[in-house]
């Protein structure tokens, strides 16, 4: 087992990465082995997809399977080694299935077929203790003696931040939202990290096209969400429960929120959003729904004693996912799509009577909580609507810094440097924020300036688009660039989603952003040195250090 | 098409793969060696002195051990461990018991912060060890040996009489056959002198100590008295290396019936904590999260705070003091002496 790709990593003498019998998000050597396995052949898929192209061969079935099978290997998805071993034999038919293709369109045009790498044709053994020793030899530090450590984090910066990027790609196809052309670019970035790049500069320049094409995501992530619910609208949502039964709702999902608010309708069932899922009362489209009554709980790490005391079913549509057994509610939480844990039961289609069922047998809250409130809602549309108003204080000198504190929560105890840090900025600044991270401060009382709140929640972390947005038009109005603006950008990492993210805005050529709470694994001091002298990037040090030198920038 | 007969060079084996116990040795009445191999063309590298850890399903539940390689990775096609019986070691008396030529073991990769250091191999290597520590060294010779260098080796080695000499026989036959290999074993019963390792004897075994390096392995009680006398002899600090995961030492802590109470005030678990028992093994007993990832003391991933009661621990290799200071401990290498109360 190696594997480095989230924050909470094993940080040993040797270096860093989870190399012994488990991870530290609690998955197996044998689930981390096989999911290198399954990257394996997915890279080998992309590489029969990218070939199948020359001869115009495109299968939309393969791109949408593609990234969504790599999308199981993010942190804390899919702990579940029959499934990944199920995700790994599909990905292999595929694989057959657009090889026999490409080579009879090149023998219907009289072409030889091109000669691919080893990569693309290997064949997974029958046998899986076999396939366990193969997998082996491909785990990502395989060839590092041969090429460095520079290298190898270069490719896994573009490896991770490609997950990150299939995650996204998945929840914009399950919103009708695809494109032929980013399928495209995404098997060429997968078949191009399949030949084991070497080279330094070429592996940059493919994290910042990864960023790139990021974007492209990230927007048709938003118009597949805003098409289909319509643009949030900032909303407060009550943050306690409610008494009567209950049902939890917790990952990126919106589709799948809404079947289940569909499906429980005049059930006497309140549902709860959990986490990522928060976001997702701010849609027009869920107004209708009185039984969606507030969130529960906070971010993932906390999940262990927050879904144990939760007296219902709990629904996980994407990740993070952690040990259900902890806390005892396995047998109450259900996974959908690529989402897995051994012995939790899956749901799959759209009925969700199973969990409706749960909830009914259960006895749900006993009695309502004084409420209390968080608003959300402040994506690119509220945003611009409220842009003018910002924009006049901001020449009234009312408003002066803005910052973007945000991205994924965990539960190192560094970690709240980012409530510290909101707490302690001037109070003529604003504060946007998205993600999981929100919750180390969403529940302070930030006021406003002149009436525009101080705190805004843009959304989920594929929100950062909105955030894009306000800064683009910000940069217009002020006739300036966006590294220009008097905004600051302090980013919590885990995994790699938030890796996207932050390639995305390296790409767009977003500079001075600070990250924490500690750099990732897999980068070098020489690689933190060549990001922090192109891009300003640096890793965060204490919030009043951080916010002197932002302050006096 | 298959990766590993395509590749040429055989696949690095990093773990976690079954291998195959092709060879018992009874080494003493109480231990035994077992070459392991792998049903697959792979290759071993690891570093002499390091461990791998080993998992065994006893009663249907999963159980973990580190132990020492005795094999060197100059003969990188297998491995081996020696694994000695010790009173209430669950793992080591199930595989005294149960592992026999033909049978599959599942194996993690080899890891471990104790090692030869092979980068600046010095004119002189102390090898001290008692008892089971005696595995590393073992490995460390075979290195320098097969390496063909002219490293001088001391070989010290403390048993309790000569039938309970782990690898008596290849000791005594590497003594013969390399004029660099100095052997002595260190018998405290039986024998025409019986003995014990003192500061003079040491000294007179280790005339030079300029540009030497030590290795220890054995008891905690043992390593620090060596290591003592070794810096009173004039050896630098950091050119002495000690095992700090002693699997012997640990393993043979005596199962008690001694039960403390163990509260988890943040998940609101109370519990019960026998003497014998780690902390990781009483944590995961009642469901809670903490991650045992190498249980050996290395990795530090079951770090949690002892928040009051007294313990002890073989291994704190991956806290600062800072954090020891603060009742940080890691779980897998931690037992109870009193009522605790963990944070996690």
């Known amino acids: ?553 | 098409m298959n990766s590993i007969t395509d590749t040429g060079l055989l696949p690095l084996w990093q773990g976690e793969s079954p291998l195959r116990c092709i060879g018992r040795h009874e080494e003493t009445p109480d231990s035994a060696t077992f070459v392991l191999a792998s049903d697959q063309p792979v290759r071993f590298a690891y570093r002499p002195g390091q461990f791998i850890l080993v998992n065994v399903e006893i009663d249907g539940k999963k159980h973990c051990r580190a132990y020492s390689l005795c094999s060197s990775p100059s003969r990188p096609d297998k491995l081996a461990i020696t694994v000695k019986r010790v009173p209430g070691g669950l793992v080591s008396n199930w595989l005294l018991d149960h592992l026999q030529p033909g049978q599959l073991v599942a194996a993690g990769a080899p890891a471990g912060e104790f090692y030869l250091q092979t980068e600046a191999v010095p004119q002189e290597v102390v090898l001290l060890s008692s008892g089971c520590g005696i595995t590393p060294m073992l490995s460390m010779s075979q290195w320098l040996l097969d390496n063909g260098g002219r490293t001088t080796i001391r070989f010290i080695h403390s048993a309790r009489d000569l039938e309970n000499v782990i690898f008596r026989e290849e000791l005594l036959s590497l003594a013969s056959r390399y004029e660099n290999f100095h052997l002595e074993l260190v018998l405290s019963r039986g024998g025409p002198n019986p003995s014990r390792l003192t500061q003079a004897r040491l000294a007179e075994l280790v005339p030079n100590v300029q540009g030497a390096q030590a290795y220890l392995c054995g008891p905690q009680e043992y390593m620090d008295q060596s290591a003592d006398w070794l810096q009173q002899m004039g050896f630098p600090a950091d050119q002495i290396f000690k095992e700090d995961f002693s699997p012997a030492a640990a393993q043979s802590c005596a199962v008690t019936d001694a039960y403390f109470q163990l509260e988890v005030p943040k998940f609101g678990k109370n519990t019960t904590i026998s003497e014998g028992e780690t902390l990781l093994d009483a944590l995961e007993r009642e469901g809670l999260p903490i991650i045992g990832a190498c249980r050996t003391g290395v990795c530090g991933a079951c770090k949690c705070k002892v928040t009051s009661g007294q313990v002890t621990s073989t291994s704190e290799s991956s806290l600062t003091p800072d954090e020891i200071a603060a009742g940080y401990v890691l779980a897998c290498s931690t037992r109870a002496k009193s009522d605790l109360s963990v944070e996690l």
């Open chain 1, 1 to 553: 087992m190696f594997c480095v790709q989230c924050e909470q990593t094993i940080h040993t003498p040797q270096g860093a990465g989870c190399t012994f019998a488990k991870g530290m998000c609690g998955k197996t050597a044998e689930v981390s082995d096989l999911q290198d396995m399954l990257v394996h052949v997915l890279q080998a898929v992309s590489i029969y997809a990218k070939a199948a192209r020359t001869v115009g061969i495109v299968d939309a079935e393969v791109d949408a399977y593609v990234p969504q099978a790599f999308f199981s290997t993010l942190t804390n998805v899919n702990f579940d080694a029959a499934r990944i071993l199920d995700f790994t034999k599909r990905a292999q038919a595929y694989r057959d299935q657009l090889k026999a293709r490409y080579e009879a369109a090149c023998a219907e045009r009289g072409v030889a077929p091109a000669t691919l790498s080893k990569a693309a044709n290997y064949q997974l053994p029958e046998n899986k203790a076999i396939i366990l020793s193969d997998a082996m030899s491909m785990a990502l530090n395989r060839d590092k003696a041969k090429i460095g450590e520079d290298v190898l984090g270069l490719r896994l910066l573009c490896l991770y931040g490609l997950k990150g990027a299939a995650a996204y790609m998945e929840h914009a196809r399950v919103l009708g939202q695809t494109d032929a052309d980013v399928a495209a670019k995404f098997h060429d970035f997968m078949a191009f990290l399949a030949e084991d790049p070497t080279e330094v500069a070429p592996l940059f320049q493919c994290a910042m096209d990864i960023g790139h094409l990021n974007y492209r995501i990230m927007e048709m992530l938003d118009k597949g969400e805003t098409d289909t619910f319509g643009h949030p609208v900032p909303t407060r949502v009550n943050m306690r429960p409610v008494k009567g039964k209950a049902i939890l709702v917790s990952g990126h999902d919106m589709h799948d929120l809404e079947l289940i608010l569909q499906q429980t309708e005049g059930k006497g069932i309140n549902v709860y959003t959990n986490g990522e899922m928060l976001p997702g009362h701010a849609y027009p489209a869920f107004k209708k729904y009185t039984h969606l009554v507030g969130n529960y709980g906070t971010a993932w790490q906390n999940q262990q004693k927050e879904f144990a005391a939760f007296p219902g079913p709990i629904v996980m549509t994407s990740n993070c996912i952690i040990d259900p057994n902890v806390g005892q509610y396995a047998d109450r939480i259900y996974t959908r799509s690529i989402v897995g844990w051994p012995g939790v039961t899956h749901v799959e289609g759209s009925d969700f009577s199973v969990v409706i069922d749960k909830a009914l047998s259960m006895p749900g809250f006993v009695a309502d909580e004084t409420p209390h409130y968080t608003t959300t809602g402040f994506a690119h549309n509220a945003l611009m609507q409220a842009a003018p108003a910002v924009i006049e204080q901001v020449k009234a000198g009312n408003i002066k810094h803005f910052f973007l504190i945000g991205g994924c929560d965990g539960d190192k105890s560094q970690r709240s440097y980012y409530t510290d840090l909101a707490k302690s900025v001037p109070k003529d600044s604003l504060i946007l924020t998205l993600a999981c991270g929100k919750y180390k401060f969403n529940d302070l009382e930030f006021g406003d300036i002149n009436g525009i709140p101080r705190l805004l929640d843009v959304g989920q972390c594929n929100d950062a688009y909105s955030a894009i947005q306000l800064a683009l038009a910000l940069a217009k109005e002020f006739n300036c660039g966006v590294n220009d603006l008097p905004l600051s950008l302090v980013l919590s990492w885990f995994e790699q989603k938030a890796i996207v993210i932050l390639l995305t805005l390296l790409a767009l050529g977003v500079k001075d952003i600070r990250v924490g709470p500690t750099a990732p694994g897999f980068l070098t001091d020489n690689l933190i040195g060549i990001l922090n002298q192109q891009f300003g990037l640096k890793l965060i040090t204490t919030p009043q250090q951080d916010l002197e030198e932002i302050l006096a920038a």
